[in-house]
């Protein structure tokens, strides 16, 4: 198969320089998934290469089951959108980071498309009739939907001629589903056109997972600290969120705004600590509100809030050493209570480390 350097892997057509494949012909397994790398293509402008990942059509069918297309495109809050692309077994994305001869090449254009078997296509005829089975894996439908806008992924499975070109050029299992991805790099140094040693470090994307709900009330005062615990969902490392205070506040947004327009400008501002200390934004406290949206000028503005109560505090300081905070969504006036959620960031997949030398698959 030709690639050219930084050529999506939707391109019609050879577009940019032509890249020369050095024969790899790889399968290895990812935390139990089934990957295999064709050819490692290498030419004066940089460096490409195309991952297949294998996605068993079991798990494809039940995802679609639990997901048919009238739920896909109802799906509106962030927290529904974050669990559809969570639990989506085609669409997990990842991140290579390329070394040839130990020298690091800088990532360029990425991209990805998918390939499904006839049952998994035709698996959208049979998903409305999902919810009058047995839920044998005890999850419930989830209903919840309020202001995330659908993206294209939600909006159904087909396979495009790409696909159809990728499946038979690198003889993939047709029983099967496929997600491939294609990698571009560009050249730190002097380009490396004949290498001996390829090294692949393959980084999951983090994803978004809600653990916990609680509420917040700016009526609700008392001088005992509120804690909730929480764990992460992949490891059970069990946390510790303490609530110190929150506060009605306001935005201030200058002279940034069109002045045909009013937009919301009042939220909650969260104050709160998590014991053990965590990595960067590896939990993140988020409104499960949107924030309301801007109106046209003329509008009557609501309240400002002034009769309203302006700050309340749960327990302790906003000055509480290592403290974090988060912002509720914007609204037009003042609200007493907001619902947020836990969420991490996690990584489905360790990071995998794969060696190549050259000279053993082109043995003398």
Known sequence: MNLYHNESIHSKAGRGAKLTPIPINKTFLWEGQEMFIPAVHVGKAGAALDICAKVPAEDMIFFLKKWPAERRLSLETSENFEQFRAENPSGREFQIEMRLDGTSLQNGMSSSLGWY???????????EDWENDDNTDGQEKDDDTEGQEN??????WENSSNAEKLMEAYN??????WQFSRFSFDWAESPILSPQNI??????DRISVTTRHFSTNAFYETNIPTTIKTAHPRTGKEYTLTLHGCRQSRADFGNTLEDNMIYPEHYQELTYHISPETGHNLITIRDCAESEPARPAGTDRETDGSDGPTSVFIAGTLDTPGSQKAASALHFEPIPVVHWRIVFQIKPKE???????VPQMFPQ
Request: proline content about 6%; charged content about 35%.
């Open 151 to 156: 993206d294209d992924d939600t909006m159904g």
């Open 351 to 357: 990071d995998m480390e794969i060696a190549l030398s």
């Open 199 to 204: 090294s692949l470090t393959f980084q999951a």
């Open 117 to 127: 078997p006839p049952e998994v296509l035709r698996a959208e005829a049979s998903a």
């Open 172 to 177: 993939r299992d047709r029983d099967c589903c």
